[in-house]
Nanobody, 117 residues
Framework: QVQLVESGGGLVQAGGSLRLSCAAS?????????MGWYRQAPGKQRELVAA???????NYADSVKGRFTISRDNAKNTVNLQMNSLKPEDTAVYYC??????????WGQGTQVTVSS
């Protein structure tokens, strides 16, 4: 069973920065095509924050463009999210996601990010 282990969440003031990291506990049986981060705020649906293909293409939610940067190491199956200029509306549980070549999704347990005003 592949597990994604996240780290780096916490409490920060508005305007501050946090860096989230995610690593697979072991290599999945098939190559990972897509790795990314989702978030879910209380009472809201889970939404995509940022994703990156194995070829290096990045996709960001409009709300985080220019503030967040996603990066990954394909060989190590790790993905990071650098979050700058954080806003209170960024407060949520952030989930790491990986999708293999057959479309199977793997999820982390979630890490809380709280931005105080």
């Amino acid at each position: 069973q592949v597990q994604l282990v996240e780290s780096g969440g916490g409490l920060v003031q508005a305007g501050g920065s946090l860096r989230l990291s995610c690593a697979a506990s072991r290599s999945p049986p098939f190559s990972i095509n897509l790795m990314g981060w989702y978030r879910q705020a209380p009472g809201k649906q889970r939404e995509l924050v940022a994703a990156m293909t194995s070829g290096g293409s990045r996709n960001y939610a409009d709300s985080v463009k220019g503030r967040f940067t996603i990066s990954r190491d394909n060989a190590k199956n790790t993905v990071n999210l650098q979050m700058n200029s954080l806003k209170p509306e960024d407060t949520a549980v952030y989930y790491c996601n990986a999708r293999d070549a057959f479309g199977l999704d793997y999820w982390g347990q979630g890490t809380q990010v709280t931005v105080s005003s």
